[in-house]
């Protein structure tokens, strides 16, 4: 096998990588730190569009961990990115926060119910079934179904919540038309983001916690993955997949002295 290029920049899953149920990771500090110390390009990811860049700016900010704005990807900035190139200047009806709407806004979309280009579902903590009978009577009248990702279930300090892929398989039911997800573990978000921060594929590590959206999404991307043990998979479960991370460490500690 090909030896592998010198890592040049890093990117990184937030939730169960960085912080767990609002509280960070020990080691998350000092690896963000290495990176900032280090100038590589890096970005901290998640499939979440509940909230924008700078709200998570904010959030993150609160906890210790001091994340530019400009570092920070979403799966909504994914998806305005794709509609953006898609479809410039199009209408949207659109079931989500205000990660989703403003990421749409930004790029000159009109949001609206009348005869939309896309239904674009997002996450949310106030799922209506009215607004989910909209986006289906839209969807069967020849709006395009687009997803910001394909997580069927959320964490939280209760315990797991539905999540937008639980959601869009409901829609899916109703109409018989898929959505396209535009987050992980869809490379188009990993590629965009490579792209946002000037960064190439291979030399490039991908940083996750779930092997189903962050470890598929770097190895479909061509980066070097690394599964932390901090977030939702265990070493038992690597093994029911047919791919496997690059590597396999207990946390983002781990990681400090590679940067």
């Known amino acids: 096998m090909a030896e592998r290029k010198p890592i040049e920049s890093w990117l ?16 998350a500090d000092a690896f963000l730190k290495r990176l900032k110390e ?49 479809r410039p200047n199009g209408t949207a009806y659109v079931i989500g926060e205000a990660g989703l709407t403003t990421a749409l806004h930004d790029i000159g979309y009109v949001l609206t119910d009348a005869d939309p280009d896309y239904v674009v579902l997002g996450e949310t903590r106030t799922y209506s079934f009215e607004a989910m009978t909209k986006a ?5 009248n020849g709006a395009r179904f687009i997803c910001t990702n394909p997580d069927e279930t959320g ?22 038309k898929e959505p ?9 978000m990993m590629r965009t983001g ?13 940083i996750g916690d779930r092997m189903d959206t962050d470890v598929l999404a770097g190895l479909e991307a061509g980066m070097v993955t690394y599964l932390v043990l901090t977030g ?11 791919f496997r991370p690059s590597h396999i460490v207990d946390s983002i500690a781990d990681l400090v002295e590679l940067v």
Do not use: C
């Not at 964490?155 to 018989?176: D, Q, R």
């Open 38 to 86: 280090s100038g590589k390009p890096f970005l901290v990811l998640t499939n979440n569009s509940i909230y924008t860049a700078r709200d998570l700016h904010a959030r993150l900010k609160r906890m210790g961990l001091d994340i530019p704005v400009e570092n920070i990807w979403t799966s909504a900035l994914a998806t305005a990115k794709f509609l953006d190139d898609q």
């Open 232 to 242: 939702l998979t265990t070493p038992v479960e690597v093994e029911k997949y047919p």
């Open 136 to 140: 289906v009577r839209l969807i069967n």
């Open 180 to 188: 396209y997800f535009a987050g992980k573990p869809n490379p188009l």
């Open 194 to 206: 490579l792209n946002a921060i000037g960064a190439h594929s291979e030399t490039s590590v991908m």
């Open 155 to 176: 964490p939280s300090l209760e315990g797991p919540l539905p999540a937008t892929g639980a959601v869009a398989a409901l829609i899916t039911k109703a109409t018989g």
């Open 12 to 27: 990184t899953d937030m939730d169960g990588v960085l912080i767990h149920e609002g509280v960070p990771i020990p080691g």
